[in-house]
């Protein structure tokens, strides 16, 4: 099995500029993925004041620029890939928002131990690109005072079977990226033993995106 750095490596060879340049596009042209929106539209009914927020594996940023545009304070992207974090800072520097913006690459469970506390964390369709969920949640769980949003794939069998055939590909690209498909049941275990109760949940196939909150 490829190392965490290995895996953060190949991640950055596969989400490269060119997929980035692709998917910003489509943002500009038809805003947030289906899966992102409904997270967007999960976080905003929510009644709390929130001002700062981590984006784990932030892609181009469509969920920061959301909470900035609502008023949210700061973000921190956190992302393997160098190619979407020079998209999301570019956007950034277009829009004004340097200095309510930071960028960090690498591995999100050595990065998220050196900062602050913050209001969200929201990790979109990225445990499924992480060997140890485990790690990746806690870690999370550690950080958020208010809420956690993330996206996910489906488990079972059909599940596992695309999963296969997506190893398969990176195998025979010499890459040593791997997609993963953890047990629904376990992700919400670990989240509810860390002291956060699902709050919304919605099912963008085959995507499970959800919101949490910390319980008091």
């Known amino acids: 099995m490829p190392s965490i750095r290995e895996h953060c490596c190949g991640a950055d060879r596969f989400f490269d500029r060119i997929k980035a340049d692709k998917q910003y596009r489509q943002y500009l042209k038809k805003g947030a993925r289906k899966a992102t929106a409904a997270l967007i539209n999960q976080l905003s009914v929510l009644d709390i004041n929130v001002k700062t927020l981590v984006d784990i594996g932030g892609g181009i940023g469509a969920l920061q620029w959301w909470f900035l545009q609502q008023g949210g304070q700061r973000t921190i992207d956190i992302d393997a ?7 999301a800072r570019e956007h950034a520097i277009r829009q004004g928002w340097q200095g309510k913006t930071d960028f960090l690459e690498g591995d999100c469970t050595e990065i998220l131990p050196q900062l602050d506390e913050v209001d969200i964390v929201t990790l979109d369709k990225v445990i499924c690109c992480y060997p140890d969920y485990r790690e990746i949640l806690a870690a999370t769980c550690q950080k958020a005072t208010t809420c956690i949003a993330l996206t996910y794939p489906m488990d079972g069998p ?3 079977a695309v999963r296969n055939l997506g190893v398969l590909f990176f195998k025979l690209r010499g890459n040593p990226f791997r ?4 047990r629904v049941a376990e992700v919400r275990q ?3 033993e860390h002291g956060f109760k699902r709050h919304q949940h919605q ?3 085959p995507w499970h995106a959800e ?4 319980e008091s």
């Open 158 to 160: 059909l599940a596992q």
């Open 190 to 192: 670990i989240l509810a």
């Open 211 to 214: 919101t949490y909150l910390r």
């Open 179 to 182: 997609p993963y498909v953890h």
């Open 81 to 87: 890939s160098s190619g979407y974090l020079q998209i």
């Open 203 to 205: 099912l963008v196939f």
